[in-house]
């Protein structure tokens, strides 16, 4: 008990209260030691032996900390980030870690100075429906994948009063949805060489992005990513066309479902996928293969073994800033019509190589 690593929660909206609250208590290394929130009361109600702060001064101020994971709006990632960092801790932040490019290069640059690990939030990762069709492309079951389509649609068609949808830096469906979809897409390809947007408002109301439909170009491989407000049903999460057939991944994942329904990150029947991926083949016969299991509770795992060593970070920061550079390559391919090279410079686009590599 003396060795968990002492957690430190900053917000506790949707994100804070249903994913990492419930997943840091899942692993047994971390310990959830205190929150900062308006919501004390929700917090007490969940977690009554977690200290409640007002404000993030306290919370830094405590060395049974050894982690602060951000969990807020979008717009204030970066600066309680750095914080938390020249604080001297560890730290976890949601995605996307910032609103833009020299944003996340200078969270990354504080946490190299402090000497401290920085970890974006990519939880996606460790979800069945990606973990599955990931698994059938890497044996190359249907060859060398020469299209790919990642969906993450919903049925959401009024317009609710969160930040989220308000007309604020870092709102909108892409920067919400958008770092998931490329994370997976970059984990898979690799960096594109170009990104060609488009996005819209299609709700009433609306006063930002509720959808999104972004390619990104691969010589002439095609990789769509689409993010949906108005779609009640009829899509797909997967699709993969490649030289010997084709996937296609019909349900997503079920943990957020899970967590929102109550279920503690581990019980019985955790991460269970029951929607088969479909594999046809060269001459149209289909067949079902079961799906893998997902966990996002890895990712908060590989953090804790990399604060204590020397375990790797399962979500290097380079490899957060490359997801930063096409999520914003897309937000300029939409604003002026035409094909955007994501922008990294040289030296990061050979550590993400490395990286990539080497993970």
Known sequence: ????????????????????????????????????????????????????????????ADPAIGLVVVATPNDTHAPLACAALRAGKHVVVDKPFALDLAQARAVIAVAEAEGRQLFVF????????????SVAIAEGVIGEVRHWESHFDRFRPAVRDRWREHDAPGAGVWFDLGPHLIDQALLLFG????????LARQ??????????????????RRVVLHAGSLVAGGTHRFVAHGTRGSLVKHGADRQEAQLVAGARAGSAGWGEDPDPLIVIDSEGEKRERAAV?????????????????????????????????????????AREGRVCAPDLL???RNRWERRRVTP
């Open 293 to 333: 299991p997902g966990d996002q509770r890895a990712f908060y795992r590989a953090v804790a073994g990399a604060i204590a060593g020397p375990a790797t970070s399962p979500v290097h920061p380079v490899e957060a800033l490359a997801v930063m550079a096409v999520l914003i390559a897309a937000q300029t391919s």
């Open 346 to 348: 040289s030296d990061e």
């Open 191 to 198: 960096l594109p060489d170009g990104v060609l947007a488009s």
């Open 122 to 133: 990519h939880n996606r990762r460790w979800d069945s429906d990606f973990l599955t069709i």
């Open 203 to 220: 709700r009433d109301g609306a006063a930002v992005d509720d959808w999104a439909h972004v390619v990104l170009l691969y010589g002439e």
């Open 1 to 60: 008990m003396e060795d968990r690593i002492g957690v430190g929660l900053v917000g506790y909206g949707y994100a804070g209260r249903t994913f990492h609250a419930a997943l840091i208590a899942g692993v047994t290394a971390l310990d959830l030691r205190a929150v900062v929130s308006r919501r004390a009361d929700e917090v007490r109600r969940d977690w009554p032996a977690v200290t409640v702060h007002a404000d993030i001064d306290a919370m830094l």
